[in-house]
């Protein structure tokens, strides 16, 4: 697509974090969650697949380097509490994964790539429901790109990004993609 | 997936895989304390039972309920049937109440495909005559996957030899089996009397031996059918005695299989004649488990089915009313 017929563009393709500064952001909110959390002691994350699910693994190691703690970690997925499911052909599931000893009484980060609509983690704190009753439940992005469309904000955000609708954030994590990056792009197309 | 599960046949590998990967993720549900998903709220699934049926209907309704459908049991005792209804006219009835899914058990072989053409909804074949009954195939697959072949994502089934032995002339078990092993990669072999073996078996996708004793020790799985009493209309063999003398399984056979082999049984059973009862309560059986990876395999189905968008009207095939 022509920049000139956007408005909003020309960053079409632009990187917005390279792998330098998602180690940054991460570390970061790793700090931030041992400070919010009064030294991460009941915590446990919880990725949403796909990319939730190594950016979790990665916090979870870094709270490791920092406070010598173990903190458990794991995978939730939303699949089948999505409000959208009608919209689309059945899709594959992805995994939940809890760590020994469940949610119950514990404070659950969850930890996901983007947040956009809200909708994905809405899905997510339902199915949170069915698996036990954590004391607290807290958010975890890498990127929050705006227009909420519930009320639903993020505790820990590695980049606020002011997008357009129209646009299109890539996460690449290189668990999943063999490489690290974030990228914009205004017609869906993969860097 | 296609809209309908008739027929193993209709399967390719990857909607195979899809299937049992998505049960392999709903395996863990059992776990939980909260066995049931939203994803169905608000879909209706007739359970359509014109022969009898514990596991079959159970599992059924169990999975649909496990995915908040509403589930409406049919079954013929007791119904309009006995006055004389058609399956048309209870297919169109059901079809007037808004059903989503139909599952149907019928002793017609074909009656699922006739079914298909006469409702909206997605048509699941529980079971027609001798002909198929794909979701007992796919978790049979299911639990042949999680016991030998690491249950991992993806994997098929490859190289794995499967042996289906007895009346595979009146078993639609071992046809959709068959069909859906084959698919997944697997080696098929059918060790059965001549006498119950059908007259196209050359043209299915699996190896035939009369003999069972010389196909055990390269077997990784045995799978032993029901001897179908209630099917047979002629003599099929001398006596009871002599079946299960040449075609039982008993504690000597099941010595002769690899260590690793497992032994399955669709149910339900007749414990010492196809199966004697210290094989069917060994460790190597997977009889119970089968039961239990049956409501986890029908909820992938019911799901995969049922779960997303609904089918454009311009896929229904021609319906002629």
């Not at chain 1, 954590?134 to 002011?162: M, S, T």
Request: proline share 5%; aromatic share 4%.
């Amino acid at each position: 697509m022509c920049a000139a017929t956007n408005p909003v563009a020309g960053r079409d393709g632009l990187a917005v974090l390279d792998a330098e500064e998602i180690r940054r952001a991460l570390t970061r909110i790793a700090h931030e969650i041992l400070e919010r959390t009064h030294g991460g002691d009941e915590v446990i994350l919880l990725g949403i697949p796909t990319r939730g699910v190594p950016l979790a693994r990665r916090l979870a190691a870094r709270i490791g380097e920092f406070e010598g703690l173990k903190v458990p970690c794991g995978s939730l997925d939303v699949t089948m509490h999505r409000d959208d499911l009608r919209l689309h052909p059945a899709r594959a599931l992805g995994r939940t994964d809890l760590p020994p000893g469940g949610v119950d009484g514990k404070t659950v980060v969850l930890v996901d790539d983007v947040l956009y609509s809200g909708r994905t983690v809405r899905a997510a704190l339902d199915a949170l429901n069915d698996l036990g009753r954590p004391q607290a439940v807290q958010l975890a992005v890498l990127v929050d790109r705006g227009h909420r469309e519930l009320p639903i904000r993020a505790d820990y955000v590695g980049k606020n990004l002011p997008t357009s609708q129209r646009e299109v954030v890539h996460v690449l994590l290189a668990e999943v993609d063999a490489q690290d990056s974030v990228t914009i792009s205004d017609d869906g197309s993969q860097p | 997936m296609k809209r309908h599960l008739i027929s193993a046949a209709d399967l390719s590998r990857a909607d195979a895989l899809l299937i049992l990967d998505t049960a392999e993720e709903l395996a863990s549900l059992a776990d939980r304390p909260i066995k049931k998903l939203p994803t169905l709220r608000g879909r209706t699934v007739v359970n359509l039972f014109y022969e009898d049926s514990t596991r079959t209907r159970i599992s059924f309704e169990a999975a649909a309920k496990r995915l908040s459908a509403d589930v409406i049991n049919f079954s013929a005792k007791g119904s309009s049937v006995g006055k004389g209804e058609s399956l048309k006219d209870t297919a169109l009835t059901l079809e007037a109440m808004g059903a989503d899914a139909v599952v149907i058990r019928h002793g017609a072989s074909g009656a699922a495909h006739r079914l298909a053409g006469w409702v909206q909804g997605s048509v699941l074949n529980a079971g027609d005559g001798t002909h198929e009954h794909p979701t007992q195939a796919l978790l049979d697959a299911f639990t042949i996957r999680r016991r030998l072949a690491s249950g991992a994502r993806g994997a098929g089934l490859d190289g794995l030899r499967v042996t289906i032995v007895g009346d595979v002339l009146h078993s639609r078990v071992a046809r959709s089996n068959v069909l859906l092993l084959s698919t997944l990669g697997a080696e098929v072999t059918l060790a059965a009397p001549p006498t119950l073996l059908p007259h196209a078996v050359g043209s299915w996708p699996c190896a035939v031996s009369y003999d069972l004793d010389s196909e055990l020790p390269k077997s990784d799985v045995v799978m032993m059918l029901r001897v179908q009493q209630e099917r047979m209309t002629a003599a099929y063999f001398p006596s009871v005695r002599e079946y299960s003398r040449r075609y039982g399984l008993d504690a000597a056979r099941m010595a002769r299989l690899p260590e690793h082999a497992i032994v399955m049984h669709p149910g339900p059973m007749n414990r010492g004649v196809e199966i004697a009862a210290e094989v069917a309560d060994s460790v190597r059986s997977t009889i119970v488990e089968q039961v239990a990876n049956g409501v986890t395999t029908r909820m992938a189905v019911l799901y995969l089915l049922l779960g997303g968008t609904e089918f454009p009207a311009t896929e229904f095939p021609a319906v002629t009313r």
